[in-house]
């Protein structure tokens, strides 16, 4: 879980940086693009690095949903019987409990997100148009259910994140008394972050701020 | 003296202290000790009754050496035993401060504080182990309390002269009795002590005069089980819940020590009860146990009650000169810091006048006000906090606020299972550790000693004294016939329980059995109120057995089966109690007669007549028990009057 | 106080078990919650009923023995508190309460409200001690604590182990209470030895024993009676990936 966890976090900050390029224009937005499908050329065949981290990320998310299930279970097994009265939780705040339903609805979330814009088959624009021109029309001002859509599970992805990356840390045994504070902090930190930087693509787009 | 109510017996003698120098005593008997040879030991069996400081040290050790333990509490896990509750710490005489102590020092202290009705041997050798206890639990990971130096911290303690205790915060008791339990689990592991949680003791099988193995009753299912052994050990603690409300756990009985009792193990000194001065008051009908709270609240709080009686205002309203500060005006020197038994009595004597406070009128205040104007109350808060919030989880009130309440509560008994030097009762084969043992403490315990004794018997002393009756008693297997005769002992006794089908909870006799003992036979006694008892209990005994109501079956987990069982027992006990308490017409350690006082109404000995150790014979149902008496001798610490004024 | 009780009743391991309702008047604000069952039996047992089977014991908050899940919550709504220091005043007249033992597949239901929790006797016994057979210790100054140490040792090692974090735990995991021991043992230097060892072999039974997997939702330590610290359980993770992925397990 808090390894293949630690990828995709990485990933989602690398995801980041590439979407906010989208406010420094059309050009440079499908520069980058088309740079990830050449990265090491010509040492390396066209779109090779690209696939590797495909498949990396794919691997992680299945052991990831794999890690998360078994626990699940283990969790139904340890339990057989429930509780009559409602149990109370007391701990943590809410991102704790989002950790199960949200996960499941991220990972809706990321099937539509490569439908729509891995292999076009919910964007409105299909596969003949820029990369930038296929994000401006995802998120025309006329489809705000679709901003919704994406703002919704980006705030989940924001949750999982909060308490998932102080998770990881605390399973991998890097949390110590001491260090408890700053990795809170870090895990806030990097969870809005994470979450600003991908909610202000479709938010800019739907209000016209950029297009 | 009227004997009509006991009747007279042998002396009885320890034949197993060796004579010499006192300390070269327990060198000398671990010496003459006949050893088990460690290839025999796999085959030979011991049953420990009880996983307290005692018997779960007892158990790890013996295991470690190779016997084969089987090893019983009614608990759920050994962890549970009531052990665990100790908060103050354990004695140790390091001499890690450098104060001048020394094994000699506690060995003179214990049997003071006992009020000279100890055996000198017996605590000389105690005093001794102290230094090893304390090695033993650090190698086990018990975590002292340490300076910052990284070296074991130590406080001092209620009747000594000197800091030797060594405390693991509030809870002592909680981290020493977890090193024996995880020694013992380790032992489980290792195959060499079968345990049997949630399994009580219901009978001893006997053999040739011998005690030869246990039955038991499985808590859970209710079967009748039986175990045969070489040897069994009772370490089933002490019986202050004859009382109904003492600090003791729920469950804590006299049963495995009075059935030992009635098959001829003499039981010592059942009289001496220590009265814990500073605990919770009662308030209601509904109390169950009483809670203590350390003594080292005295340090700080002063106690008093108000000036006239029935004095119902709030104590915030009463002025100060319509206060009685008694303990600072009766003892001037040590004021609230006065020994246990004497700021217990006093208490009581000011409630008995009609000026105790809070509900039902049982309590003193213990006052913060001048401790939280002269420090601070961030200092007080540094000091008591934990307490003070205990208080208030029980009570509802805020003792920064008002006064806490507090009043005496049965706390320890020192009397027991009479034991010889080797730990061994008057039956052959059985071994008493332990608070159920009535050695070391005399008539009076000293704070902190309990743990040390619990400890140094099943650590130390036990596993050196029992080899030699193993090794001198190669015994056949048990007769069939004995065990079925003590299985049906068991048997028919749940039946005739099950079949009374009365109309009163086992829970309401107890509690009135012990509001006699507590009316008659609590912090003071007189020959009118002891003789009142001794008419109320049989009666009350009798009742118990035509109108106890016990629901259920026999053959299912049972809670008030159980009860029946201990409270049954208590009975017997609480008249044998009563018995001794009247026979004994001095004053001494925890049993103070309203009779033997001097004029400023301190206990008065009498060592003449009353020098001894009064070990009781049960002479069967409804005959009188037969006294017989231990003369003590001191050789090394001379009898004084004990004076706190 | 007049209350509605709903207890969980269950006459034995086998039987199905159900809710059933109770009602008292006249409860002291001032009677604990323990105390306050006592009353319900004294008035089943003069009704001609069964009363209600409960663990507890020493009734001060140190044995472990009492349990009890109320309201959903386990040992009550009060923080760092057991059932049987749990008072009425906590309770408002005329609630209603649902008492329900703990739930867990390796905590099976014994009667009503009594569970076997032998299986932490178990984790225990499989390396929850410091092998130091009794006489061969050395003095005990031979080998000083630093203080930090010993304070955090002894944090851990207040656990009463009454099985609370796993009724709490969303996962039913154990990891508090094996955390706590392996961190009490770990951090002291007596504890070296076997450090390795006995991390994997307690949570390797601890497993087995049918506890859930830990997510770190942290309701463990807020239901846990000693406030036994969440961190306890990043001790042990670290010492079992030492000992397994770091190869310190010999």
Redo the contacts between chains.
């Keep these: 879980m808090a390894v293949t966890g630690a990828v995709l976090v990485l990933f989602l900050i690398a995801h980041m940086i590439g979407n906010l390029k989208i406010f420094l224009g059309e050009g440079d937005f499908d520069h980058y693009a088309h740079w990830l499908r050449t990265i090491g050329e010509p040492a390396l065949p066209h779109r090779v690095l690209l696939t590797i981290v495909e498949i990396v990320l794919t691997v992680s998310v299945v052991l990831h949903i794999w890690s998360a299930v078994s626990l699940g279970k283990r969790a139904a097994h340890a339990r057989p019987v429930k509780y009559q009265s409602k149990k109370k939780s007391h701990a943590q705040g809410y991102a704790t409990h989002t950790m199960r339903y949200g996960g499941i609805i991220v990972a809706l979330f990321i099937i539509w997100h490569l439908l729509d814009l891995t292999f076009f088959a919910v964007n409105p624009l299909g596969s003949d148009a820029t990369p930038y021109d296929r994000v401006i029309a995802d998120f025309d001002g006329s489809r705000w259910y679709i901003t919704i859509w994406y703002v919704l599970a980006v705030l989940l992805v924001g949750l999982h994140l909060n308490h998932g990356i102080w998770s990881a840390f605390q399973t991998l045994g890097l949390r110590s008394p001491r260090s408890n504070g700053a990795l809170r902090a870090l895990a806030g930190g990097v969870a809005g972050v994470v979450t600003l930087g991908f909610i202000a693509v479709p938010i800019s787009v739907t209000f016209g701020w950029v297009s | 003296m009227s004997d009509s109510f006991y009747k007279s017996g042998e002396p009885v003698v320890d034949g197993k202290a060796p004579k010499g120098p006192i300390e070269d005593r327990w060198t000398t008997r671990k010496f003459e000790a006949k050893q088990v040879n460690p290839a025999n030991k796999r085959k030979k069996k011991i049953i420990i009754i009880g996983t307290g400081l005692a018997g779960g040290s007892a158990g790890a050790t013996l295991g470690e050496a190779g016997y084969h333990v089987q090893q019983f509490c009614f608990q759920d896990s050994p962890r549970r035993a009531h052990s665990i509750a100790a908060q103050g710490g354990i004695n140790a005489a390091k001499n890690y401060r450098n104060d001048g102590d020394s094994v000699y020092r506690l060995f003179y202290e214990t049997v003071k504080g006992g009020d000279f009705r100890s055996r000198e041997s017996n605590v000389y050798r105690l005093a001794d182990i102290s230094r090893q206890i304390i090695d033993q639990c650090v190698a086990q990971g018990v975590p002292f309390a340490r300076e910052y130096g990284g070296l074991l911290d130590n406080r001092s303690f209620g009747g000594t002269q000197v800091s030797r205790t060594f405390y693991a915060r509030g809870q002592t008791g909680q981290q020493l009795l977890l090193g024996a339990y995880q020694a013992l689990m380790r032992q489980v592991d290792a195959g060499n002590v079968e345990l049997y949680p949630r399994h009580e003791m219901l009978d001893l099988i006997m053999e040739d005069g011998r005690a030869r193995g246990v039955v038991v009753r499985n808590l859970i299912d209710g079967e009748i089980k039986h175990y045969t052994a070489d040897a069994v050990v009772l370490a089933s603690g002490g019986y202050g819940n004859v009382y109904f409300l003492s600090t003791n756990a729920m469950g804590s009985n006299v049963t495995a020590s009075w059935r030992a009792h009635r098959h001829g193990a003499l039981f010592a000194n059942p009289c001496y009860t220590q009265i814990h001065p500073t605990c919770i008051p009662v308030s209601g009908d509904h109390q169950s146990k009483l809670t203590l709270m350390s003594e080292s609240l005295r340090n700080d709080g002063r106690v008093w009650v108000p000036k006239k009686g029935g004095d119902t205002r709030r104590p915030s309203d009463i002025p100060e000169d319509e206060r009685d500060y008694y303990l600072e005006r009766i003892y001037p020197s040590f004021g609230n810091l006065v020994p246990r038994d004497i700021a217990s009595r006093a208490a009581k004597n000011v409630c008995d006048e009609g000026r105790g406070v809070g509900p039902g009128g049982l309590g003193v205040y213990l006052d913060f006000a001048d401790a939280i104007e002269r420090l601070g109350r961030d200092k007080v808060e540094a000091k008591y906090g934990n307490l003070f919030e205990m208080y208030e989880r029980i009570t509802g009130e805020n003792p920064y606020d008002t006064p806490m309440r507090i009043y005496p509560a049965v706390h320890y008994t020192m009397g027991g299972l009479w034991v010889d030097y080797d730990l061994e009762s008057t039956i052959p084969g059985l071994f008493v550790i332990g608070e159920a043992n009535f050695s070391d403490h005399g008539a009076n315990r000293l704070g902190a000693s309990a743990l040390m004794q619990g400890l140094a018997d099943g650590y130390f002393v036990l596993p050196n004294t029992i080899n030699d009756y193993i090794a001198r008693n190669a015994l056949p297997p048990v007769d069939e016939k004995n065990i079925a005769a003590a299985e049906e002992r068991v048997a028919s006794r749940i039946e005739k329980f099950l079949s009374i089908d009365g109309d009163r909870s086992v829970d309401s006799f107890h509690r009135e059995l012990g509001h006699i003992m507590w009316e008659y036979c609590g912090m003071e006694r007189t020959e009118e109120g002891l003789r009142k008892a001794l008419e109320l209990i049989p009666a009350l005994h009798e009742e118990f057995w035509k109108r106890v109501k016990v629901t259920g079956k026999g053959e299912e987990l049972n809670q008030q089966l159980e009860k029946a069982g201990r409270v049954a027992d208590f009975f017997e006990l609480a008249e044998l109690m009563v018995i001794d308490a009247l026979h004994r017409t001095e004053s001494c350690g925890g049993h103070f007669r309203a009779e033997s006082q001097d004029e400023d109404g301190e206990a008065k000995r009498d060592d003449d007549n009353f020098g001894y150790v009064a070990a009781w014979e049960w002479a069967g149902e409804g005959e009188q028990p037969v006294l017989h008496k231990e003369d003590l001798n001191f050789e090394y610490v001379h009898p004084t009057q004990r004076s706190y004024k | 106080m007049k209350l509605t009780l709903?207890v969980?009743r269950q006459?034995?391991p086998q039987d199905k078990g159900k809710?059933v309702e109770y009602r008292l008047d006249d409860?002291?604000?001032?009677?604990?919650f323990?105390?306050?069952l006592?009353?319900l039996?004294?008035k089943l047992?003069?009704d001609g009923?069964?009363?209600v089977?409960f663990?507890?014991?020493?009734?001060?908050g140190?044995?472990?023995?009492c349990s009890l899940?109320i309201?959903?919550?386990p040992h009550g709504p009060?923080e760092r508190?057991t059932t049987c220091?749990l008072?009425m005043?906590k309770f408002k007249d005329g609630e209603v309460i649902?008492v329900?033992p703990w739930?867990?597949?390796?905590f099976p239901?014994?009667?009503d409200l009594?569970v076997?929790?032998?299986a932490?006797?178990r984790i225990?016994?499989?390396g929850?001690?410091?092998?130091?057979?009794?006489?061969?210790?050395?003095?005990?100054?031979s080998?000083?604590?630093?203080?930090p140490d010993?304070?955090?040792?002894?944090e851990a090692?207040?656990c009463?182990?009454c099985g609370a974090c796993v009724a709490?735990c969303?996962?039913?995991?154990a990891s508090l209470f094996l955390g706590a021991k392996v961190t009490?043992?770990g951090l002291?230097p007596?504890?070296q030895p076997e450090r390795w060892d006995r991390v994997v072999s307690m949570l390797d039974t601890h497993d087995d024993e049918?506890?859930?997997?830990?997510?770190?939702?942290?309701?463990c330590?807020?239901?846990c009676p000693k406030g036994i610290?969440?961190?306890v359980?990043?001790?042990?993770?670290?010492?079992?990936?030492?000992a397994t992925a770091g190869g310190k397990k010999r």
């Design positions: 709903r969980w006459s034995g809710m409860i002291s604000p001032d009677a604990s323990l105390e306050m006592d009353v039996n004294e047992i003069a009923g069964e009363p089977a663990d507890h014991d020493c009734r001060e140190i044995c472990g023995m899940v309201n959903g919550t009060e508190t220091q008072h005043r649902d329900e739930r867990a597949k390796a239901v014994v009667k009594v076997d929790r032998s932490f006797d225990i016994q499989a929850g001690y410091i092998t130091a057979p009794t006489g061969t210790a050395p003095e005990a100054h080998t000083p604590v630093p203080k010993a304070d955090r040792a002894f090692a207040e009463i182990g709490a969303p996962n039913g995991s009490h043992l002291m007596q504890g049918g506890f859930g997997g830990c997510t770190n939702t942290g309701e330590t807020v239901a610290p969440l961190d359980i990043g001790s042990l993770n670290r010492d079992y990936l030492k």
